[in-house]
């Protein structure tokens, strides 16, 4: 009798204990869930839905299709913008994580003053963007600026460095360098330092050099950090437009301007939102690109330990 | 041949460690080894042979070629390190022929020796893995591989056998100890490990505090260890040391003492551990530990009193206050 009440009594016990579990495993993720779902998840596909659309001012909007996408592709402003990023891209990524790792290198070894120079190195990083693109504005200031009045003793003509299409993206190009560098040394210095002395040493008692102990070693080890920063250095070079705002505004003719001000100008000023929405999912889409390529492809062809 | 003579050799980090004053010769084709507790100087002794610090002073010279301030290439050694220090991006092949690498030769006679040695070491079927898909006892062959491919005449070992565990640390002592003598090597192999160091050494130099408490064959700091820090650190388990007349202290080893019935000296049985072989049994004497070594199973009860005795001819004496032997003989117990 006892026992007919036990078994007929377990399953329902333990089905409401497993019910139970997953009431408590989905209250543990509810934050996150709200979080990302309103701050990510929904904008995104709420702006590709958007993108679908037509503006609609003072009316309805209609679905157009892939008409927003067509016109995108017509504008010359849109290619003129990606074609500006890509080059930003490739002046600034390699340029930051080449300069990250001489200095990793250097601040890395016994010398006098080191915490001091890493301090220094990194001082950049800790300063928002806004507050270095106005200390930059000052550099570049035609007749007056720091480069100017420097290439004045040596009987240069004074220069409009932000104003000129063909020097803007190198000015703006050198300034996040020398943000972004300080950034990425700590990566490396990080690296660095789990490489144990002993390889050296073993390689030392082997006769190899200083040099090709570090591209044959040092190098390979580093692998996984530079993918990771170059990862980052990719997408900050899409994503970090501030400067823009204070030093340039995309000008002049939009020589200097980068998809997500360009971006941010449609939506704000020309208050286009759906051909922004358009724009942005392009944007998610180049980045998402990225990101796959370094899970699917590089992670695998890169030692780690 | 290659010997090896470190002459008045000093090293000191700001007055802390480090050696003072040490000299000793290695022959050519023998195998030294450097014993002695952490911190005693021995690692530093190895790497000062192997030029990776700096001596502040002494000479030491390899096969007659003074070295004292050539850097560890011009030296010709090889050196096997306590961590192995595979580089971990490499496959082990690749970790083997490093070196002939960067001397530049040829891919030819590279391939020649490493498919030798791989034999030698027993890798031939894992030289495309990485260091990170073996096992200990494999990773510390790919580090004996590189060190002999270089056929250098003389090796370094910094406690190759430390992170592995019992069983292979036996095998590998006897592995190393054949190699050494087959190619001939001049091998200096340190480690803290009193075993191994009587199991392959040709001559042990027992260090301390930076300077040789003693340097002699194995069965010399067996069976006349210079002071009383040599007769407790080598042995298992060590000598009994115990207060005797005459501001001296009586050592005699566990084997050479025997549990008697009648007279002798009067203990107490603290523990007894069983070895098979053989059993150690603990015992107490006014507050001093005597170990007994007896044959085969012991079977006194912890607590039991019992009486000790051991032969003159068996007994060392050292002095209180220096701890170093002195001559002569005890009166029997």
């Known amino acids: 009798m006892v026992a007919a009440v036990m078994s007929a009594a377990e399953p329902r016990a333990a089905k409401r204990r497993n019910w139970m579990t997953s009431i408590n495993a989905w209250l543990l993720l509810l934050p996150a869930i709200v979080l990302l779902g309103t701050f990510t998840h929904y904008p995104i596909l709420s702006t590709l839905y958007h993108s679908f659309f037509s503006l609609g001012r003072g009316g309805t909007s209609?679905?157009?299709?892939?008409?927003?996408?067509?016109?995108?592709?017509?504008?010359?402003?849109?290619?003129?913008?990606?074609?500006?990023?890509?080059?930003?891209?490739?002046?600034?990524?390699?340029?930051?994580?080449?300069?990250?790792?001489?200095?990793a290198v250097w601040v890395d070894k016994k010398i006098a003053g080191r915490s001091f120079l890493r301090l220094a190195f990194f001082t950049p990083t800790v300063l928002p963007m806004i507050a270095v693109a106005n200390i930059w504005l000052f550099f570049y200031t035609p007749g007056y600026g720091l480069l100017d009045q420097f290439l004045k003793n040596f009987g240069f003509a004074s220069n409009n460095w932000l104003?000129?299409?063909?020097?803007?993206?190198?000015?703006?190009?050198v300034m996040v360098v020398w943000k972004e560098a300080g950034f990425f040394m700590i990566f490396y210095l990080a690296a660095l330092q789990t490489i144990p002395p002993e390889l050296k040493e073993a390689a030392e008692v082997e006769g190899a050099s200083r040099w090709y102990f570090f591209r044959r070693v040092t190098l390979p080890l580093l692998m996984p950090t530079t993918l990771f920063i170059s990862i980052n250095a990719l997408i900050n070079s899409f994503k970090l437009v501030d400067q823009l705002v204070i030093m340039t505004k995309g000008g002049p003719n939009n020589a200097s301007s980068l998809l997500l001000y360009y971006i941010y100008e449609v939506a704000f000023t020309f208050q286009d939102t759906t051909y922004a929405a358009t724009l942005t999912v392009t944007l998610i889409a180049i980045l998402a690109g990225v990101a796959l390529t370094k899970f699917v492809y590089l992670d695998r062809r890169i030692h780690y330990q | 041949m290659s010997e090896i003579v470190v002459n008045a050799v000093s090293k000191t980090w700001g007055g802390v460690g480090g050696v003072n004053n040490i000299s000793f010769k290695a022959d050519a084709g023998t195998l030294l080894v450097l014993l002695g507790p952490s911190g005693c100087g021995k690692s530093t002794t190895l790497r000062l042979i192997?030029?990776?610090e700096e001596v502040d002073s002494g000479t030491i010279t390899i096969g007659g070629r003074e070295v004292t301030h050539l850097s560890p290439a011009q030296r010709h050694i090889s050196m096997v390190f306590q961590s192995y220090a595979l580089f971990p991006h490499l496959n082990v092949a690749e970790n083997i022929v490093f070196g002939l690498k960067v001397r530049g030769v040829g891919r030819a006679e590279r391939d020649e020796r490493l498919k030798k040695v791989a034999d030698i070491v027993g890798l031939s079927h894992l030289l495309e893995r990485k260091p990170s898909q073996l096992s200990g006892g494999q990773r510390q062959r790919v580090a004996l591989g590189r060190a002999i491919i270089a056929e250098a005449p003389v090796c370094l070992m910094d406690e190759p056998l430390s992170n592995l565990d019992a069983k292979l640390r036996h095998e590998m002592r006897t592995e190393i100890r054949s190699l050494q003598q087959r190619l001939g090597m001049t091998m200096v192999y340190v480690t803290h490990d009193q075993t191994e160091a009587m199991t392959m050494a040709d001559r042990v130099i027992l260090m301390r505090d930076g300077h040789i408490e003693q340097n002699g064959a194995p069965h010399e700091l067996?069976?006349?260890?210079?002071?009383?820090?040599?007769?407790?650190f080598i042995g298992t388990p060590p000598m009994n040391i115990i207060s005797w007349q005459d501001n001296a202290m009586l050592g005699v080893r566990p084997e050479h003492v025997s549990i008697v019935e009648g007279n002798g000296v009067p203990a107490t049985?603290?523990?007894?551990?069983y070895l098979g072989a053989d059993s150690i049994v603990l015992c107490d004497v006014k507050g001093e530990?005597?170990?007994?070594?007896?044959t085969g199973y012991c079977s006194l009860p912890t607590g039991a009193q019992v009486s000790l005795e051991w032969q003159n001819r068996h007994i060392h004496l050292f002095d209180r206050d220096s701890g170093k032997r002195r001559a002569g003989t005890a009166s029997h117990a």
């Open chain 1, 62 to 103: 209609n679905f157009v299709g892939f008409e927003n996408y067509a016109y995108m592709l017509d504008d010359d402003v849109f290619w003129q913008v990606l074609r500006n990023n890509i080059v930003f891209a490739l002046a600034t990524v390699p340029t930051s994580i080449a300069l990250a790792l001489l200095m």
């Open chain 2, 269 to 273: 049985v603290k523990a007894v551990e």
């Open chain 2, 50 to 52: 192997a030029g990776l």
């Open chain 1, 163 to 173: 104003g000129d299409p063909s020097t803007v993206m190198t000015c703006l190009a």
């Open chain 2, 289 to 294: 530990n005597v170990s007994v070594r007896q």
């Open chain 2, 222 to 232: 067996y069976n006349e260890p210079a002071s009383d820090f040599t007769a407790r």
